[in-house]
């Protein structure tokens, strides 16, 4: 099974045979097998050269690009050998196509809180006092059948959220890493950093695996395709996250494998230091190499495979075939 490599330090990445090469600015080599990569994510300073991009080329290996503060700044996504005409036109007919849009982008909506809604499931089951969160976002769900507009549908997702991470304290009971509100660029506090860089990784994630299936990642419905250079990704990655993502997040922090000392400030915002970010990384890639029973195949899969099953349907749902029905997490 492939997996992401995820290189946290400087140095320069090359092709040594069939192979890549990481010589650390320490003067230290790593050798990784190219049969075994998924894709790459960089966030230290690293220097590739065209002999290395032509080899990613012919393997199908995008790399993501992160800065200083684990944000998302763009890829190195290998030539669109899997783009196919007919498709992108379904896709752009389904975007341009009002109710078609509205359809698709409700469906985002409710695979998304359907898995919120799963995830505070776990947490009462365990005692946890978040019911009133749940009728919140049970009552959001209600209304998304209502709204006429993308925009109006977004605003209940964003309100069923709201509701669902002011459950965070409650699960937790951690002062360490109160939540005090949703906040970005810069994440205000611990929790923030956490959800902001898992967030950036499920985004990336869902374009590694778009990048690999017949669909064009700058066509999305919920979010607006525009000027921004994807949109599918974000869409794809609402209705994971919550499992993805937030379970991570939650899980580290219950088990103490990340603390208050894995956590440092700057520039008015809170960032995982270099310990903190190798412990997340390790938990997302376990989490995405970790298998569950699927309900329709009947056989055990990644979560990383169901990604790519979602965008599989998201490819029948638009040339009439079925209906698409997003992934929906049974615990």
């Given amino acids: 099974m492939k997996k992401s490599l995820y290189l946290t330090s400087s140095g320069t990445l090359a092709r040594d045979q069939n192979t890549l090469l990481l010589e650390a600015e320490s003067g230290e080599k790593r050798y990784f097998p190219i049969e075994q990569i998924a894709d790459i994510h960089c966030f230290g300073e690293m220097t590739l050269n065209k002999r290395l991009l032509e080899y990613l080329t012919q393997q199908g290996v995008p790399v993501h690009f992160y800065n200083y503060y684990e944000y998302y700044v763009g890829s190195y996504v290998p030539r669109e050998h899997n783009c196919s005409g007919f498709l992108t036109l379904k896709q752009a007919e389904h975007y341009l196509d009002e109710q078609k849009r509205l359809d698709l982008a409700r469906r985002f909506v409710r695979g998304a809180l359907q898995n919120l809604q799963q995830v505070l499931s ?3 089951n365990r005692g946890k006092p978040v019911q009133p969160m749940l009728e919140a976002i049970e009552g959001a769900q209600s ?13 209940v997702e964003g309100q069923a959220r709201e509701a669902y991470y002011s459950a965070f304290d409650l699960i937790l009971e951690n002062p360490d890493f109160a939540f005090e509100g949703r906040s970005r660029r810069p994440p205000a506090n611990r929790l923030n950093a956490l959800i902001s860089f898992g967030n950036s990784l499920m985004y990336t994630l869902a374009l590694s695996e778009i990048y690999r299936t017949h669909l064009d990642p700058r066509i999305g419905f919920l979010h607006t395709t525009n000027y921004r250079r994807f949109s599918l ?3 794809v990655a609402e209705v994971f996250k919550p ?12 088990l103490r494998q990340v603390r208050a000392e894995h956590f440092g400030e700057e520039l008015g915002g809170v960032y995982l230091n270099a310990e903190g970010r190798r412990v997340f990384l390790q938990a997302w890639e376990e989490r995405l190499q970790s298998t569950f029973e699927h309900r329709r195949l009947k056989r055990r899969v990644s979560y990383r495979t169901a990604v790519r099953l979602d965008l599989y349907k998201i490819e029948k749902h638009l040339i009439g075939e079925k209906p698409y029905e997003p992934f929906r997490a049974y615990w």
């Fill in 122 to 124: 776990y947490y009462a």
């Fill in 143 to 155: 209304r998304t059948e209502d709204v006429s507009g993308v925009e109006a549908l977004m605003q």
């Fill in 233 to 235: 990704n974000l869409d």
């Fill in 243 to 254: 499992v993805l993502v937030d379970r991570t997040v939650l899980s580290l922090i219950a």
